[in-house]
């Protein structure tokens, strides 16, 4: 919680900074990373709810618990940012046809790479946390801070050719370019959203499952089928048949079961939960034949 308690902190400066460099200037391009970082704490303020609800219990009502919440606010956020890039847009072709007024360039200049200097670091510690942690709530913030950043770079940019050449159609062409760049972040953040709520495959994690498997189950003499697999925040959880010899005692086929899901545990870097479907090797075919008649 610390981590997304600190960049709604740094929100706020940024906001406050922001807004006054706009106060100096009436950029357009200032314009949009002010709305930015508007957007930025409101969908802070949702992600800090988010990861609080993540980690409470499961209930009788979620009995997986809460943690798929956090898909709903990687999605939210882009919404957030698509709005905004659309506003930005709105605004930067409505200056560019009826004109633009700027002043104080060289102050505004200064404070938005001051701005664009806090969020990069910002952005690359929540990132870095987040993947840390297997918090997508996180990674999804980190994320956005930095397209805020890099937001605002461009838009130093964009006012330093504005200042250099006295063409104040710059400011809003820059402020259009920044709101484009916006606007694939927050496309690829509900993209992202969707596929979590959607249990979508993640290839490098069915990869890492299945050669846990079949090292585990080749030494042993046993097989496995019918994996499957999907993530819920930060938990995995991972279902699969374990196929033993015909006979094997109960307690000795629990205990290979926990051996071998232990193993599978300590090898990912998630919190994981699995479950075993238990069956005999040699007449699983014929069980399974004879059930289904």
Same mark, same amino acid.
């Given at each position: 919680?610390?981590?997304?308690?600190?960049?709604?902190?740094?929100?706020?400066?940024?906001?406050?900074?922001?807004?006054?460099?706009?106060?100096?200037?009436?950029?357009?391009?200032?314009?949009?990373?002010?709305?930015?970082?508007?957007?930025?704490?409101?969908?802070?303020?949702?992600?800090?709810?988010?990861?609080?609800?993540?980690?409470? @219990?499961?209930?009788?009502?979620?009995?997986?618990?809460?943690?798929?919440?956090?898909?709903?606010?990687?999605?939210?956020?882009?919404?957030?940012?698509?709005?905004?890039?659309?506003?930005?847009?709105?605004?930067?072709?409505?200056?560019?046809?009826?004109?633009?007024?700027?002043? /104080?360039?060289?102050?505004?200049?200064?404070?938005?790479?001051?701005?664009?200097?806090?969020?990069?670091?910002?952005?690359?510690?929540?990132?870095?946390?987040?993947?840390?942690? /297997?918090?997508?709530?996180?990674?999804?913030?980190?994320?956005?801070?930095?397209?805020?950043?890099?937001?605002?770079?461009?838009?130093?940019?964009?006012?330093?050719?504005?200042?250099?050449?006295?063409?104040?159609?710059?400011? @809003?062409?820059?402020?259009?370019?920044?709101?484009?760049?916006?606007?694939?972040?927050?496309?690829?953040?509900?993209?992202?959203?969707?596929?979590? !709520?959607?249990?979508?495959?993640?290839?490098? !994690?069915?990869?890492?499952? $299945?050669?846990?498997?079949?090292?585990?189950?080749?030494?042993?003499?046993?097989?496995?089928?019918?994996?499957?697999?999907?993530?819920?925040?930060?938990?995995?959880?991972?279902?699969?048949?374990?196929?033993? @010899?015909?006979?094997?005692?109960? +307690?000795?086929?629990?205990?290979?079961?926990?051996?071998?899901?232990?193993?599978?545990?300590?090898?990912?870097?998630?919190?994981?939960?699995?479950?075993?479907?238990?069956?005999?090797? +040699?007449?699983?075919?014929?069980?399974?034949?004879?059930?289904? $008649?």
């Amino acid at each position: 919680m610390f981590a997304i308690r600190l960049s709604f902190a740094f929100g706020v400066v940024m906001l406050i900074i922001k807004w006054y460099a706009y106060y100096l200037t009436g950029s357009s391009a200032i314009l949009s990373d002010a709305v930015e970082s508007i957007i930025h704490i409101i969908g802070v303020g949702f992600a800090v709810f988010s990861m609080w609800y993540s980690f409470q @219990p499961a209930d009788e009502e979620h009995t997986y618990g809460h943690q798929k919440i956090s898909y709903f606010s990687a999605g939210f956020e882009g919404a957030l940012i698509i709005l905004a890039a659309v506003y930005i847009i709105y605004i930067s072709i409505k200056r560019l046809i009826v004109g633009v007024e700027i002043s /104080n360039l060289d102050q505004g200049v200064l404070f938005t790479f001051i701005a664009s200097v806090i969020n990069l670091i910002l952005g690359v510690y929540l990132v870095w946390k987040g993947k840390k942690t /297997n918090s997508i709530i996180l990674v999804a913030n980190g994320k956005h801070v930095l397209t805020d950043s890099w937001t605002s770079f461009g838009v130093v940019g964009g006012l330093l050719l504005t200042w250099l050449s006295g063409w104040h159609p710059f400011d @809003p062409i820059v402020a259009i370019a920044a709101a484009l760049n916006i606007l694939w972040s927050g496309g690829k953040l509900v993209r992202q959203s969707i596929g979590g !709520l959607m249990d979508e495959g993640d290839k490098n !994690l069915a990869g890492s499952i $299945k050669k846990i498997l079949d090292k585990e189950t080749l030494s042993k003499g046993l097989e496995y089928h019918l994996l499957r697999f999907r993530k819920s925040g930060n938990i995995v959880w991972i279902e699969f048949h374990l196929l033993l @010899p015909k006979g094997i005692l109960l +307690e000795d086929a629990h205990k290979i079961a926990t051996e071998l899901e232990s193993t599978i545990k300590n090898n990912l870097n998630s919190q994981v939960n699995i479950i075993t479907h238990l069956e005999p090797l +040699e007449i699983h075919d014929e069980l399974h034949t004879e059930l289904h $008649k």
